[in-house]
């Protein structure tokens, strides 16, 4: 959308400024390949690849990191964690049928609630909720004080049915991780589905939430209501004008942080300062029940 502004504002660009963008392009690309190639030289433990990957795939780059999974285990050979980031990869790609099999391979290592929490997002895309409940379920014992793991879990409890099993859950992760949006997002949705309408603006007042945000809690709960629950994976987030839109209502990708447990995608809240991805119940104190 901020090309588009550009682009109207200025009109089409004459040769002289096509050629000054071109230039630009390929100096972006030339200063990448340099980086990657830096990377790449300094790249000579186990160890320091995956942490190359991870932040590979905390960009969203999650094609080039299977690529660079692949070079790491060719390398090194394959283990638990490059099994659970090429599973992360392969579910983000769009791959459900080999990511599951990679998380089910996990079944069994030190790696094996990253391995449930996969299997459950994949449950969720699918729409099976009650089964997204259980392997989630399964995730959160072995992780127990992971915010954005029980945010998760309250969530396809919501979207399962199980309405008052959702709050604690959900009320784990507000307090847990107050500077969450997905968290906030989620207590938002229990809150509305519930009818505490009131302490649902409270608390998205309280943590500045946009109107598009606002209107995608209201409206998912509105649908929860008419007809349970709705069909599995909202929208993914939406940038434009330099403004995120957090998409509620959805099992959110998920990334490993070691003996502590899995967070989700983390993305700026539109409106104020914190970062971290839709669909949790992670605010302050404020405002919330």
Known sequence: MAAAAVLAATGCAGPKDQYAASADAQQRMAAEA????RAGANVD???TYLKLVEQM?????????????????????????????????????????PAEAAYKRLMGTPLEGAGYRGLGLLAGMRGNYAEAVQLLA??????????????????????????????????????????????QANLALYL???????????????????????????????????????????????????????????????????AGGMRTASQSNPSASSTEAPLSASSTSRGTP
């Not at 399964?138 to 029980?150: E, G, I, K, S, V």
């Open 34 to 37: 340099a980086a990657d190639t």
């Open 45 to 47: 433990t186990q160890a």
């Open 57 to 97: 795939q905390k960009e969203d780059l999650w094609f080039a990191s299977l690529a660079h999974i692949d070079a790491l285990e060719q390398r090194w050979g394959v283990s638990p964690e490059s099994t659970r980031v090429r599973a992360e990869a392969l579910r983000q790609t769009g791959q459900a049928a």
């Open 138 to 183: 399964q995730a959160q014992r072995r992780t127990p004080t992971d915010a954005l793991l029980l945010s998760d879990l309250g969530y396809a409890k919501l979207r399962a049915g199980q309405i008052d099993e959702a709050r604690l859950p959900l009320m784990q992760a507000l307090q847990l991780r107050p500077d969450s949006t997905q968290a």
């Open 192 to 258: 509305e589905v519930t009818g505490q309408r009131d302490q649902a603006t409270a608390l998205m007042n309280a943590n500045r939430m946009s109107e598009p945000t606002r209107l995608a809690v209201h409206e998912a709960a509105l649908q929860m209501r008419a007809s349970g629950p709705a069909p599995a994976y909202a929208a993914a987030p939406v940038t434009g004008r330099n403004e995120t839109i957090v998409a509620p209502l959805a099992l959110k990708p998920s990334r490993w942080t070691g």
